[in-house]
T-cell receptor
Framework: QQQVKQSPQSLIVQKGGISIINCAYE??????FPWYQQFPGKGPALLIA?????SEKKEGRFTISFNKSAKQFSLHIMDSQPGDSATYFC??????????FGTGTRLKVLA | NAGVTQTPKFQVLKTGQSMTLQCAQD?????MYWYRQDPGMGLRLIYY???????DKGEVPNGYNVSRLNKREFSLRLESAAPSQTSVYFC????????????FGSGTQLSVL
């Protein structure tokens, strides 16, 4: 069963535009919601994360919006740049050690 | 400043062959993980080790075994490789008690023919 549903599968955005990636989860016991960024040939790296007691977290051009009642969270990339072109994964933490990842979104930012 | 080191980077196996993927971290992390990444399926947890001396199954453990050799090293073994195990394998580590951030290695691309 897919516990984390991520959309869209791929996204093309013009330079300077806003990129939005969405994730939905089922289990209300999840307690931590990170986003990872992966460049080709590299391992994923933590980009930004949020806990369920806040509705938004912003770090530079990257913002997580969290809707606990709807069991959804999203990543917004403002002023998207070609260097942001990568694959993005949402994740949820189940228990102390288990992270469940979404299926990934391939973002391409056109120059 | 190596972080998480995986070897080998690439490997081609024939069906039925065995091999061990090696992973080492130099950040004094207690927890280590093995994931596989397949197109359209994201990252799926194979096994994890919460601390030295313990290992537990993840989402997709069938066909794999692991060994937490010491605090630094966590290996993944394929006893009899199958084409369905063709994938990119990632090792990761994190600090116990602050498991928010996973540090990933650069991956091993495995093809089973």
């Amino acid at each position: 069963q897919q516990q984390v549903k991520q959309s869209p599968q791929s996204l093309i955005v013009q330079k300077g535009g806003i990129s939005i990636i969405n994730c939905a989860y089922e289990n209300t016991a999840f307690d931590y919601f990170p986003w990872y960024q992966q460049f080709p040939g590299k391992g994923p790296a933590l980009l930004i994360a949020i806990r369920p007691d806040v509705s938004e977290k912003k770090e530079g051009r990257f913002t997580i919006s969290f809707n606990k009642s709807a069991k959804q969270f999203s990543l917004h990339i403002m002023d998207s740049q070609p260097g942001d072109s990568a694959t993005y994964f949402c994740a949820v933490r189940s228990g102390t050690y288990k992270y469940i990842f979404g299926t990934g979104t391939r973002l391409k930012v056109l120059a | 400043n190596a972080g998480v080191t995986q070897t080998p980077k690439f490997q081609v196996l024939k069906t039925g062959q065995s091999m061990t993927l090696q992973c080492a971290q130099d950040m004094n992390h207690n927890s280590m993980y093995w994931y596989r990444q397949d197109p359209g399926m994201g990252l799926r947890l194979i096994y994890y080790s919460a601390s030295e001396g313990t290992t537990d199954k993840g989402e997709v453990p069938n066909g794999y075994n692991v060994s937490r050799l010491n605090k630094r090293e966590f290996s993944l073994r394929l006893e009899s490789a199958a084409p369905s195990q063709t994938s990119v394998y990632f090792c990761a580590s994190s600090r116990q008690g602050q498991n928010e951030k996973l540090f990933f290695g650069s991956g091993t691309q495995l093809s089973v023919l």
